[in-house]
């Protein structure tokens, strides 16, 4: 937990008792407070609070004996009996040393210091800073504490969690199934795999650019206007599709759609990373710094639900166009739609901002060295390793009657859906049923060593299969079909572990109220990583090789080089407490 800040005060000679102080923010609850002897309550806000608003209440045991500024709700008599945040009986210390707050059983208690002044601001600490044992928000009714005061403070603490997660999933949803839409017209109309590749390439290029001015934006604007402006930028770009005209392919315009196509999923590139911004970095300003298993559940959870509804969107997209191109575009427009509202009324504008306002550029790009390393891990493992093969040159071979696998475009579009929410659902679940039985939880650098050295076995059999099984040369289809299935899968299963844990570590690495900077970066890394790896595999599925057999299988050699290459970076990570077990009695690493 870091340093403190002065977040509330009062005048002196408002004080009516000395114990039981508490700061209450509108919309955020209580957090305790000591009196010092300049008549301030020193406390540790809430990452979200607006501190330049300044609207608050001190409470003093079920006294309210100030409220600050015209515009502040003045607690209601229920309201003071029932503090939002921190039970129990707080006690005054005269020396300044120390304050005790009562916690609940299943409460853990961590010592947070309270200062003057953070290290974000410039200041040291004060010397007399006292301590004030924290218990965190507990998630469960308190006595005398009715059914519906119970669910209206429980929806007040996680309600920018809720309405940024809903419209992250449902934008997630549309994502999938543009790209699906996409891809599997452009196959249909006769593009190759190169082609689609450069269809695919500013998508992947504004997602470099965005997440690095995403962080900016972010950090000086908030996540309500990042949000908000990717998804209008999800609309515009799905409305452009709706211009896509067949006969460009039967004209020999393919220039002409290749523009145009790329030009709209710029656009939905763009949209994509801003909206992933406030999905990612929310999960930070709700949990508490010193409950990193629960933070990490809360970021598998998001995570992985995300990556399920996007599989959804592989499914939606390839059973809509089925159906109709045009039907499928206006169905997605109606999922975006759905999810603005709720963001536009239930958000604060101040909600991710940091704390000081001159954030540059030069500030987001230097980043702190685990910020820094895991990026570029990212970049390979995640980018590189994965799109390689899976994006563009699986689809295509899947789609291949005469080399490939020759399905029709629902079971190519299931088979992907499947893939992601399967990868989806490993990710949510992989806290509880990978690494905490294995005692991996919650992970460090090693952890992510492990599962990344275990990530290339994969595409090491699907190269081997590929490029030297007779499986594949002589086309004895269900054969191929169970190897691309099995690899597949595993690929899907170990992929997940490391999403993951490399989600987690972002995050834990991230600083503070400078989250959204650091994601953004890290995501930039990410976004990099996915354009080269569209780019490398398009031209390799289509150039090398003699056939669709040996592009495929040159795409899965370079994955393995990258998933090697990630592995080595993450060695450089500065994160050694812990060690690595393997189960209650095999430590492999001290």
């Given at each position: ?117 953070t290290a974000s601001d410039g200041g040291p600490p004060a010397e007399d800073a006292a301590e004030v044992v924290v218990s965190d928000a507990d998630f469960g009714r308190r006595e005398n504490e009715t059914h519906k005061e119970y669910l209206k403070r429980e929806f007040s603490a996680l309600k920018p969690f809720v309405i940024i997660s809903l ?424």
């Amino acid at each position: 937990m870091g340093a403190s800040v002065v977040c509330c005060s009062v005048p002196a000679g408002a004080y009516g008792s000395q114990s039981g102080l508490r700061c209450r923010f509108p919309g955020y609850g209580d957090v305790p407070g000591i009196l010092r002897e300049d008549n301030t309550v020193c406390c540790n806000p809430p990452a979200q609070v607006d501190l330049e608003a300044r609207c608050y209440s001190v409470l003093s045991n079920t006294e309210c004996i100030y409220t600050a500024g015209d515009d502040c709700d003045v607690p209601t008599a229920a309201e003071r009996q029932s503090p939002s945040a921190v039970t129990g009986q707080q006690h005054y210390d005269s020396s300044n040393t120390h304050t005790e707050v009562g916690h609940s059983s299943n409460a853990l208690e961590v010592k947070v210091p309270c200062g003057v002044a953070t290290a974000s601001d410039g200041g040291p600490p004060a010397e007399d800073a006292a301590e004030v044992v924290v218990s965190d928000a507990d998630f469960g009714r308190r006595e005398n504490e009715t059914h519906k005061e119970y669910l209206k403070r429980e929806f007040s603490a996680l309600k920018p969690f809720v309405i940024i997660s809903l419209s992250y999933i449902l934008y997630t949803t549309t994502d999938g199934a543009v790209r699906m839409i996409v891809l599997l017209h452009a196959y249909n109309l006769g593009f190759s795999a190169w082609q689609v590749a450069i269809m695919f390439s500013l998508y992947e290029l504004a997602g470099v650019i965005t997440n690095l001015l995403a962080g900016l934006m972010g950090a000086r604007w908030g996540i309500k206007a990042t949000l908000l402006t990717g998804l209008t930028l999800q609309l515009c770009g799905i409305g452009m599709l709706f211009g896509w005209q067949e006969s460009w392919a039967r004209n020999n315009e393919t220039a002409k759609a290749i523009i145009f196509v790329t030009a709209a999923q710029m656009l939905c590139g763009i949209a994509k990373d801003l909206t992933k911004l406030g999905g990612k970095t929310v999960t930070k300003l709700v949990t508490p710094d010193e409950k990193q298993s629960r933070l990490f559940k809360v970021v598998s959870f998001i995570t992985g639900l995300k990556n399920t509804m996007k599989g959804v969107g592989y499914f939606i997209g390839a059973a809509a166009l089925t159906f109709n191109y045009y039907f499928a575009l206006a169905l997605l427009l109606l999922f975006v739609a759905a999810a603005m509202p709720w963001a536009i009324v239930g958000l604060s504008n101040k909600l991710g901002r940091a704390r000081k306002e001159n954030v540059k550029l030069s500030t987001i790009i230097r980043q702190r060295y685990n910020v820094n390393v895991l990026s570029v891990a990212r970049f390979f493992l995640f980018g590189s390793s994965r799109d390689m093969w899976f994006e563009v040159p699986l689809p295509f071979f899947l789609r291949d009657h005469i080399y490939g696998l020759g399905w029709q475009r629902v079971a190519v579009g299931a088979l992907l859906a499947g893939f992601i929410i399967l990868y989806g659902q490993v990710q949510s679940w992989t806290p509880q049923l990978v690494l905490q039985p294995l005692k991996q939880s919650p992970a460090n650098k090693y952890v992510q060593i492990l599962w990344n050295a275990l990530l290339t076995l994969a595409p090491i059999f699907m190269a081997l299969m590929l490029l030297v099984s007779p499986v594949f040369i002589t086309h004895q289809l269900q054969a191929m079909t169970g190897v691309m299935i099995a690899g597949i899968l595993v690929y899907c299963v170990l992929f997940a572990v490391n999403s993951s844990v490399h989600s987690f570590l972002i995050v834990k690495y991230a600083d503070g109220d400078k989250v959204a900077m650091n994601v953004g970066f890290y995501y930039m890394a990410n976004a990099l990583g996915r354009l080269t790896g569209t780019l490398v595999s398009g031209a390799l599925y289509s150039f090398a090789g003699a056939n669709a057999v040996y592009g495929l299988g040159w795409c899965f050699v370079a994955s393995v080089a990258f998933a090697a290459i990630s592995t080595g970076l993450t060695v450089l990570l500065k994160d050694d407490m812990g060690g690595l077990m393997c189960g209650s009695k095999l430590r492999l690493v001290s």
